[in-house]
């Protein structure tokens, strides 16, 4: 739980009440997750050639990943995401759109990408799908190429810790996967001969301080990336995000468009 048909068919009918920005609330809005919490993370390899996202939704973060790269290719379980994203999108030449089977990315050129990005998506991705992902890394990155994936780190966290009843409720919404942890993550990226140079244990859909989600960032061994393995672990990134938002509502572009 959550296995890939679960997720098709949740996402298939999630309302999309807000194309994804229903989600970043915790920011006070998109631009201020965009700007204030992802670029900060991903500077160092944008902008390149060419950008994979795994997992797009409606569009959420690929409407900055698109102008990053000359070209974007977006890969979602759900058909109803990628159709979202191609309207969304029309007016932009750069992306390619796929629908998948929620592991396969045979559609994808031998070495052709230069950075894999994922927020949001495959933190509900159960270990399989992510060791399925991380087993076609070395196949599709081009030998300097680099991936940053949001996944699940609950099956990290202490049971006892679990069972105490308002964290559980917590998790529950969260729909995070329960078997996927950090650790597991290095292991799979050992497993595809992929380094795994670092990872940030985040919390993410609650204040209190629970480790419950993973970054992760992974490159070819010898590639200019490749480095000894850093972590963090980040129980602060709640409230840098509640911080973001109070930036948000002084500076944002949207805050000059709208009275809040
Ligand atoms: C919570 S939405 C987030 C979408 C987007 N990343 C965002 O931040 O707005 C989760 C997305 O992950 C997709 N997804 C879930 N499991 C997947 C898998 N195994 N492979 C590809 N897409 C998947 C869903 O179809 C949905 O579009």
């Given amino acids: 739980m959550p296995t890939v048909e679960q997720n098709r068919a949740n996402w298939t009918e999630h309302t999309w009440a807000g194309q994804g920005d229903e989600w970043s609330g915790l920011w006070g809005g998109t631009e201020s997750l965009w700007w204030g919490s ?35 290719t977006v890969v979602d379980v759900t058909e109803r995401c990628i159709d979202a994203c191609k309207q969304r999108f029309s007016s932009s030449s750069n992306i390619t759109y796929y629908v998948n089977d929620g592991k396969s990315l045979n559609m994808i050129s031998d070495h052709s990408i230069d950075v894999v990005f994922s927020f949001d998506s495959l933190v509900h991705a159960e270990p399989d799908v992510i060791k399925a992902y991380l087993s076609q890394m070395r196949r599709i990155l081009k030998p300097n190429g680099m991936g940053f994936i949001h996944h699940s780190n609950v099956g990290g966290i202490p049971p006892f810790i679990k069972k105490i009843p308002f964290i559980r409720r917590a998790l529950d919404q969260g729909w995070r996967s329960e078997g996927m942890t950090a650790r597991l993550f290095q292991r799979y990226c050992e497993q595809a001969e992929l380094q795994c140079v670092g990872q940030e244990i985040i919390n993410r859909i609650t204040r209190y301080p629970l480790p419950h989600d993973c970054f992760s960032l992974f490159t070819l061994p010898y590639s200019p990336w490749a480095r000894r393995y850093r972590a963090f672990t980040n129980l602060g990134f709640a409230y840098e995000a509640a911080y973001l938002a109070k930036q948000t509502r002084l500076y944002s572009k949207s805050s000059f468009r709208t009275e809040i």
Avoid at 50 to 61: D, K, N, Q, S, V
Wanted: charged share 15%.
């Fill in 38 to 72: 992802l670029l900060p993370r991903l500077h160092a390899f944008v902008p390149t050639e060419t950008i994979l996202e795994i997992a797009p939704g409606f569009g959420r973060a690929t409407q900055y990943l698109k102008d990053l790269c000359q070209h974007l």
